[in-house]
Structures are given as structure tokens and as C-alpha cells.
């Protein structure tokens, strides 16, 4: 094992975790633009609103990254035993492949919002603004919990 991965674990704790924090603030706050952006009358709102909808989803999007990489780098550490035998940490792996799927959506619904193609209420964004809030009280209970599964 790379003598320089295990003593600087605790940094790549450390960083996964902000970064991961860092994601999560801006996967709130996305679908409340999408939020207001469907509501709004107004051609200058919704103008404002695609500029910031689409800075904030490219500026979110390296800290998913880094997330999933420094997880990556804390399972290679731990090593493939700990890895195979962590049945918390599968299902947790499974919802971050649906967060990546969810941020993945997010870019088609920019997309959506920057061509005027917007059929959704703003209702439906306020329910698809509650996905990530479930999915990150799962992943912290299973991260710091770890429950045991039988």
C-alpha cells in the first residue's frame, strides 16, 4: 500500500467530505432556480435566472467529482476486504450513482430552461428539490452509523 495514502487519510476524509458539502449546497440550490425560473413571468427574470442556473451547475460539478474521486481513493486505501465486506457502504454507493444520475438530469434540465422548453410546473421542481435532501440524510446515517446489515 502507498505508504503516502494511509498517513494522509484523514486529509482525504477531511476533503471528501467538504467537497462533498460543497456539492450538496449547490445541488440544493439549483432546483429552487429551476423553481423560480418556471414561475417567473418575466423575460429579464428568466434571462438572470438561465445565466445563474447554468454557472452555478458548471461551478457545483468539479466538487462531484473531486467527491466521488476521493471516495474512490478512500476505498483503495482501505482495501478490496474492507471494501467487500462494508454492505453499508454498497448501498451508499448506490445512492451516489443515483446523486451522479440526478446531477446528470440537472444539466438536461438547464438545457431545458436555456431554449424555453420548460413544461414543468414549479411544483415539480419543488418535489425534484427534495431527491438530493433524501439521499444525503441516507448517506450520512450510513456513513457515520454504519448500520449493519444482515
Known amino acids: 500500500m502507498n505508504e503516502f495514502l ?3 487519510i484523514l486529509w482525504f476524509k477531511a476533503f471528501h ?3 462533498m458539502v460543497a456539492w450538496f449546497a449547490g445541488v440544493f440550490y439549483l432546483p429552487r432556480l429551476f423553481v ?3 414561475e417567473t413571468n418575466s423575460v429579464e427574470v428568466a434571462q438572470q435566472l438561465k445565466g445563474m442556473e ?3 451547475l458548471y461551478f457545483i460539478t468539479p466538487f462531484g467529482v473531486l467527491t466521488v474521486l476521493l471516495g474512490l ?3 483503495y486505501i482501505y482495501g478490496y476486504a474492507w471494501f467487500a465486506a462494508t454492505k453499508w ?3 451508499k454507493l448506490v ?3 443515483s446523486l451522479l444520475i440526478y446531477h446528470g438530469y440537472c444539466f438536461k434540465l438547464v438545457n431545458i430552461f436555456q431554449q424555453d422548453k420548460n413544461m414543468r410546473s414549479g411544483k415539480f421542481y419543488r418535489i425534484f428539490n427534495e431527491i438530493p435532501v433524501l439521499v444525503l440524510f441516507a448517506v450520512i446515517i450510513l456513513a457515520y452509523v454504519k448500520p449493519i446489515f444482515n
Open 6 to 8: 494511509v498517513n494522509n
Open 17 to 19: 467530505v467538504i467537497f
Open 36 to 38: 423560480n425560473h418556471a
Open 54 to 56: 447554468k454557472r452555478l
Open 73 to 75: 481513493i478512500l476505498i
Open 89 to 91: 457502504l454498497h448501498i
Open 95 to 97: 445512492l451516489v450513482i
